[in-house]
C-alpha cells in the first residue's frame, strides 16, 4: 500500500510539472501571436507607440561590422567556442566477476568561447529601423562546425584493448592487475582526441527578423531590449508562424504527457486502498 501511494504521488507531482511547461508553452504561443507586424517603411511612415511589441523583417546591414573569430565573416554577432575531445580510460572492478575492467568515456573540455555583437539596421526596400542586439535571444546561423584530430599514438590492429584473454580466464586489457579481483590501483589516463570548433553568427546581407519593443533614442525609434525583465526581444531566421508553431506544438506534447502521468499516478494512488 505504501509503495503504490509513494509511486502514485511521483506521477501525479511529474504530470503537475509537465503541465505546468505546457502551460509556458501556451503563455509563449499567445505571446508570438499578439506580436504585431511592421515594416521598416511603416515605421518610419506612421510607427507605433514606443513601448509596442512588434516584429521587424529585412536584411542586415551595419556601418561598423564585426569580424567573426573562427570564419573570420564580417557580421553583427557571433558566437564562437572551441573544446576539447578528450578519452578519459580508467579501471574498475566488475561487480559482477570481481575481475578489474577497462572502462572508456569521452567528454569535452572548454578552451575558448567569444561572442560580439554591435547595433545594426534592419534594410526593407529603401527604409531601414535600428536594431540594438544587446540582450537579445540570438538565433544565429551556422557558419564553422569542424573537427580538428590531434596526432594519436597507433594502435595495434586486430585487437581489442577492452577486454585480453590470458590462462585462467579473460580479463581487462591493460588493467594494473590482469585476471587478479579487487579495487584498481591505476589512476586514470586522459589523452586529447582533438578540438571542436564552433560557431554561429549574424553575417551582412543576411534576412532575419527581430521581435522586440520599440524605444525612443535621441528623436530615433530603435528596436532594443524592453525594461521589463523576461520581456520577448527575439533575432531569428524563423517567422512568427513558425515561431507560434513550435511553441504549439511543445506546448501539446507537455500537455499529453503531463495528462498521462497524472492519470497513472491516480491510478496508482487507488490501488494503494485496495
Known amino acids: 500500500m505504501g509503495v503504490n501511494l509513494i509511486l502514485g504521488g511521483i506521477f501525479f507531482l511529474l504530470g503537475t510539472l509537465l503541465l505546468y511547461f505546457s502551460a509556458v508553452q501556451r503563455a509563449r ?54 573544446r576539447e575531445r578528450i578519452e578519459e580510460i580508467s ?13 572508456v568515456r569521452t567528454f569535452h573540455r572548454s578552451l575558448e568561447e567569444r561572442t560580439d555583437r554591435v547595433p545594426f539596421w534592419l534594410v526593407d526596400q529603401g527604409h531601414r529601423v535600428l536594431v ?24 595495434l590492429p586486430g585487437h ?28 586514470p589516463e586522459q589523452r586529447v582526441l582533438g578540438a571542436q570548433q ?27 531590449k524592453p525594461a ?13 508562424e513558425d515561431l507560434a508553431g513550435a511553441a504549439e506544438k511543445a506546448m501539446r506534447f507537455w500537455l499529453i504527457g503531463g495528462g498521462v502521468s497524472c492519470l497513472l499516478g491516480f491510478f496508482i494512488f487507488l490501488l494503494g486502498f485496495r
Open 91 to 103: 579501471w574498475q572492478p566488475n561487480r559482477r566477476t570481481g575481475l578489474v575492467e577497462r572502462q
Open 198 to 224: 564552433s560557431e554561429t553568427l549574424l553575417p551582412l546581407g543576411a534576412a532575419i527578423g527581430v521581435i522586440g519593443t520599440l524605444q525612443e533614442r535621441q528623436g530615433r525609434l530603435v528596436l532594443a
Open 228 to 240: 521589463p525583465a523576461g520581456s520577448l526581444f527575439l533575432i531569428t531566421g524563423r517567422t512568427l
Open 29 to 82: 504561443r499567445e505571446r508570438f501571436r499578439a506580436v504585431r507586424t511592421c515594416t521598416p517603411r511603416e515605421i518610419a511612415e506612421a510607427p507605433p507607440p514606443p513601448g509596442t511589441l512588434v516584429e521587424v523583417r529585412g536584411t542586415i546591414a551595419c556601418d561598423t561590422p564585426i569580424t567573426a573569430a573562427l570564419s573570420r565573416q564580417a557580421c553583427v554577432f557571433f558566437a564562437s567556442s572551441i
Open 132 to 155: 540594438d542586439p544587446h540582450g537579445a535571444e540570438i538565433e544565429g546561423k551556422p557558419s564553422v562546425d569542424r573537427f580538428h584530430p590531434a596526432d594519436l599514438p597507433p594502435r
Open 160 to 187: 581489442d584493448p577492452a577486454r585480453l584473454t590470458v590462462p585462467g580466464g579473460t580479463v581487462s586489457g591493460d588493467s594494473p592487475s590482469p585476471g587478479s579481483p579487487g579495487p584498481a590501483v591505476r589512476p
